[in-house]
Structures are given as C-alpha cells and as structure tokens.
C-alpha cells in the first residue's frame, strides 16, 4: 500500500497545510506495519525511515515538532529557535512533555501521534497560527482543548478546527467513570454517552465531546471526524483493537 493521507475539509487560508498519516506505505514490520510514526518497541531505523517519506511526500519544511504525550493538558509553543525558559519548545533534538503545540512561525510543523485518541488541528482565518493538540478521554476531561485555545494568540471567534480519525462512537466502549469525569462538569455531555445493554457500560463520541468542548471555548467552526480507527483495520493502527501497534500522525503548519 502507497503512502495516503487525510486532508482537512476546512476553509483553512492558504498558508496553511495541514494532513495526517494513515497506516499505510512504510516499512516497519509486524505490529508496526507499515507507517508507525512513534518510537517505542518498533525498530527506530523503520521509524526513522518512516519519518523520512512523510516529510519526502508532504514536502515539509522541517522535521515535526514531535511531542512526549502524558494525556494531559500542557501545551507548548514551537519556534525555529532552541526552547526557552518557560515551557516553549522546537528545534531539533527537544521532544518537551506536552499533549499540544503551537506555533506562529512559518516552516514549524506542529505534530500529534494518535492510535484511537482523537488529533485536533486548530487554525485561525488569517494563517497567523496553527495548532496540534492530542486528545484522549482524559485529555479532553483534563482540558486540554481550552488549554490549546486559551493559549493561542488569537480569540476564540477566529479560530477553526479539523477533528482527525479516532475511536468511532460505535467502538468506544467505556465504563461508567468516564461518562461522569464529563457529565458532572457539563451535562450536555450525556448526549455524547450511550448505555450498552445492562447499564454497566457506554459507548463514549470522542468526536461529539470534542465538538462540545472547543463551542464551549469559544470555536464554533469544526470540521471532520466520522472516522473509525478500530474499524477501519486497513487504514488505521488501534490500540484498542490491536494493543500493541503503531501510531499515526496529524500535522500542520504554515508556509511563508
């Protein structure tokens, strides 16, 4: 299988681009086949090789800004330059702690890995800014979203957002914990639960939750989602499906 990719049906400005990884056209072998883009148990020449052809066909101006996820809600600002005091992060060879990434600077690729956790790519409608951010249930619970959008220099009004492929609502399988970690702090977020036969379980939307969060933060432009990564075996890895296995990637960026 060739190298494919998803591409944002957002009304992004022209300077921005933005794509993300599916499953196949790599090299790595086994659990990893074909396009793990995450380091780990997988051999890291395979990755690194991997690596190389996402830049090779995106034509990327610059290695990812790749991030160390915790499923928390730190989010980091990326630049050309070796990172600063305060938390900011970029440059070669800095991988900083962070569930999100920003940037302002042209030829910075901000990058998220996912495996069923929902990637969630942010813009504003001049091109000025771009931003990743990584998305779990206990990203999303944790607040990881508002953290992305507070942090960008923008106001909420002018941003827009591309929901890449997670866990579809149909797959998501989830315990009773989960469902109150939303619903007691919104309960429109019971919408986005529905119970499995027994009461004892629920199938969680990460898209719906998603999308009720960033309104809440004040982005009502979003687009995407209605993938299935645990369903759609040929396309996606899945941790929930496969446990071991590889990770994909969302990215965007802006050109000069």
Same mark, same amino acid.
């Given at each position: ?7 944002? /049906? ?32 997988? /051999? ?16 990327? !101006? ?21 990172? $600063?005091?305060? %938390?900011?992060?970029?440059? =070669?060879?800095?991988?900083? =702690?962070? *569930?999100?990434?920003?940037?302002? *600077? ?9 495996? /069923? ?6 813009? *504003?409608? /001049? ?28 106001? !909420? ?17 989830? %315990? !009773? =914990? ?48 209605? $993938?299935?990564?645990?369903? =759609? ?8 499906? *496969? ?12 050109? $000069?």
């Amino acid at each position: 299988m060739s190298l494919s990719f998803l591409r944002p /049906d957002w009304p992004a400005p022209a300077r921005v681009r933005a794509a993300m990884t599916t499953r196949g056209g790599g090299v790595s072998q086994q659990a990893f086949h074909s396009l793990n883009l995450g380091l780990g148990a997988d /051999d890291p020449a395979h990755v690194a090789e991997n690596r190389r052809r996402v830049r090779e066909a995106l034509q990327l !101006p610059a290695e990812p800004g790749w991030l160390t996820q915790v499923h928390g809600t730190n989010v980091v600002r990326l630049s050309p330059c070796p990172p $600063r005091s305060g %938390g900011e992060g970029g440059g =070669e060879g800095q991988i900083p =702690e962070a *569930d999100a990434s920003f940037t302002t *600077d042209p030829g910075v690729v901000c990058a998220v890995q996912a495996a /069923d956790c929902l990637p969630v790519l942010l813009c *504003d409608d /001049d091109g000025q800014v771009v931003a990743a951010a990584h998305a779990g249930w206990r990203g999303l619970a944790g607040g990881v979203l508002e953290a992305t959008v507070r942090a960008l220099p923008m106001k !909420p009004g002018a941003l827009m957002a591309w929901l890449g492929a997670a866990i579809g609502p149909h797959s998501f399988e989830v %315990g !009773p =914990e989960v469902r109150e970690a939303f619903v007691g702090a919104d309960a429109a977020a019971a919408a986005a639960f529905k119970p499995r036969p027994g009461g004892e379980k629920y199938l969680a939307d990460l898209y719906t939750l998603a999308r009720q969060r960033l309104a809440a933060a004040g982005v009502q432009r979003v687009s995407g989602g209605g $993938r299935d990564t645990l369903r =759609e075996r040929t396309h996606f890895f899945s941790y929930r499906r *496969d446990g071991r296995c590889g990770r994909m990637a969302a990215l965007v960026w802006l050109t $000069r």
